[in-house]
Every structure is written in C-alpha cells, then in structure tokens.
C-alpha cells in the first residue's frame, strides 16, 4: 500500500447514480412536472464551510443521467480545499432537470467530501513520520468503492476493498485454525496479501515467527506499540506492523511516531459528518 494510489472514479460510478436516482425520482418527478418544460436555470453550489471536494464524476453522472443538457463549471478542483462560502460550480440547463437532480447531487457530493475532507485531517496530522494512513471495510453499504476513492482523494490510502483482495486473520479465524501458525500456514498459495491480527505482545512474539505480510496490532498501547516495533526490527523480518482500534486525531501522532508503517482508521469512512452544501437557483427564459 502506498500514498500514491491513483486518483480513478470506482467502474461502478454509472450504476451508483443509476440506483441513486431510481430510489429518488421512482418514475418521475411530479413536483418538478409543475414547472414549464422550457423554462431553464442557472444554479451554484456553495460551500457552508471549509472542506475537501470530492465528488465531481458522480456530480456530473447525475446531471448527465438526468438531463444532458445541463452543463456543470467547476471553481473548486477535485481534491483540493473549498473555503466558507465559495462557490463550487455553476450549473446551466432546463430547469426541471436542475430541479430533479439536486439532491441526489448534493448526497453525493457532501457524503464524498466529507470522507475525503476527514481523511485529509488525518494525513496532515501524522505527517513528517512515514505513517500510511489506511481506511476500513467500515463503509456505507453500496458506496464502498465510493468512499474508498474519497479515502484517497484526501490522501490516505486504502486497505483491502473486500473479503476477496486479502486475508486477514483475526482472533476466530485463529481459534478455528488451532494456531497462530496453522492459520498462517493455510494462505502460503494464496497470492494476495496476509495480514494476522495480534492483541498482545506474546502473540506478536508467536506471529513473527510465520510466513505473513503484515501484523495487525488491535489495541495495543502505545509503550507496547513500540516494543512491537522493536522486536519486529530485531527479527529483520521485513513484516509491516499496523495499528488499530482506538485511534483519534488526538492520539494519532503519538503512534505515528512509535514507528508503525501503517495506522487503519475506521472514523474515515463510518463517522463521517456530511460537508455542508447549498444549491441556489436563477431561473431564465
């Protein structure tokens, strides 16, 4: 896992705004249908507060899928800062559409900035100590590939994307197995990163003697924290060491700095606080 994971929208965008909308507008909107059929608008979006942009390709999906003449001018680039108050983008177009398409637009885009928005905040603050911040499986269900771009799209990484990219080995797996080594041993043809999660400096001890990638260190304080670093380093084995479990902004750098290589954090995706976003209309002849 590196920082520099490309910044591509999800292959599923389309079906994403295609469901989006169908849960929305059902078969048709019929607030909108008051409104003249040639009547069209100008609309902006604007920011309440200062945040992330992230969304651009599900914003403009919704207005294509819409109506595709609406036209969409950006102010703000994707992944950069939006301040209080600035206008994101101007929209042009039949005003029913502007109209139809608006909240789901909006859902998209705050939802998105948001993720990215949080997980810049946690990028800038572990910075200078060669920590990769890493999301979770702890997403919004149908918008996981979604987030997961948001993730990146504020400058984090991503870990695995599902049950089906990597193997991570946590407490029942071992408990079925018999062992810290039985479990590992089974993912030796396994062709995809394996990760074992430890609880304890006496598991670490057991799982730096098997055939893994990584170390998933669930709890650990941060004194233990660095002794995980230091027995790792002992061993040469080349294993990365993760943290988890307990993190905030307020504590994050003081792991960074125990020498962890990674440092997963759930809060990027599942406690996000949807950004602020205001649409505004100018209707036209």
Same mark, same amino acid.
């Given at each position: 896992?590196?920082?520099?994971?490309?910044?591509?929208?999800?292959?599923?965008?389309?079906?994403?705004?295609?469901?989006?909308?169908?849960?929305?507008?059902?078969?048709?909107?019929?607030?909108?249908?008051?409104?003249?059929?040639?009547?069209?608008?100008?609309?902006? %979006?604007?920011?309440?507060?200062?945040?992330?942009?992230?969304?651009? *390709?599900?914003?403009?999906?919704?207005?294509?899928?819409?109506?595709?003449? %609406?036209?969409?001018?950006w102010h703000v680039g994707e992944g950069d800062s939006a301040q209080a108050d600035q206008?994101?983008?101007?929209?042009?177009?039949?005003?029913?559409?502007?109209?139809?398409?608006?909240?789901?637009?909006?859902?998209?885009?705050?939802?998105?900035?948001?993720?990215?928005?949080?997980?810049?905040?946690?990028?800038?603050?572990?910075?200078?100590?060669?920590?990769? %911040?890493?999301?979770?499986?702890?997403t919004l269900p149908g918008l996981r590939l979604a987030q997961k771009y948001a993730v990146?799209?504020?400058?984090?990484?991503?870990?695995?994307?599902?049950?089906?990219?990597?193997?991570?080995?946590?407490?029942?797996?071992?408990?079925?197995?018999?062992?810290?080594?039985?479990?590992?041993?089974?993912?030796?043809?396994?062709?995809?990163?394996?990760?074992?999660?430890?609880?304890?400096?006496?598991?670490?001890?057991? *799982?730096?003697?098997?055939?893994?990638?990584?170390?998933?260190?669930?709890?650990?304080?941060?004194?233990?924290?660095?002794?995980?670093?230091?027995?790792?380093? *002992?061993?040469?084995?080349?294993?990365?060491?993760?943290?988890?479990?307990? !993190?905030?902004?307020?504590?994050?750098?003081? !792991?960074?700095?125990?020498?962890?290589?990674?440092?997963?954090?759930?809060?990027?995706?599942?406690?996000?606080? *949807?950004?602020?976003?205001?649409?505004?209309?100018?209707?036209?002849?």
């Open positions: 896992m590196t920082q520099q994971q490309p910044l591509t929208p999800p292959a599923d965008l389309n079906e994403q705004v295609r469901l989006a909308l169908a849960e929305d507008v059902g078969d048709g909107d019929r607030t909108a249908a008051l409104v003249p059929a040639s009547q069209q608008a100008d609309a902006t %979006i604007i920011a309440r507060h200062e945040a992330v942009l992230c969304g651009q *390709a599900w914003v403009e999906a919704v207005f294509t899928q819409t109506d595709p003449a %609406i036209a969409v001018q206008t994101i983008c101007e929209l042009r177009g039949p005003a029913r559409g502007l109209l139809t398409a608006e909240r789901t637009a909006l859902n998209f885009l705050q939802t998105l900035s948001a993720t990215a928005t949080v997980a810049r905040r946690y990028v800038e603050a572990v910075a200078g100590t060669g920590t990769i %911040i890493l999301d979770t499986r702890k990146r799209c504020g400058g984090a990484s991503n870990h695995r994307i599902g049950l089906f990219d990597a193997i991570l080995i946590k407490e029942n797996h071992i408990a079925a197995a018999g062992s810290i080594a039985a479990a590992a041993d089974a993912t030796r043809s396994s062709g995809v990163l394996v990760e074992i999660e430890v609880e304890n400096l006496a598991q670490l001890d057991e *799982a730096l003697q098997v055939r893994t990638d990584r170390l998933l260190l669930d709890n650990f304080s941060v004194a233990d924290l660095r002794t995980a670093v230091q027995k790792r380093d *002992a061993k040469a084995t080349g294993i990365q060491l993760e943290a988890s479990g307990g !993190i905030t902004l307020a504590n994050i750098r003081t !792991i960074a700095e125990t020498g962890v290589d990674f440092i997963s954090v759930g809060a990027l995706t599942k406690d996000v606080e *949807a950004v602020d976003l205001s649409m505004r209309f100018r209707f036209t002849t």
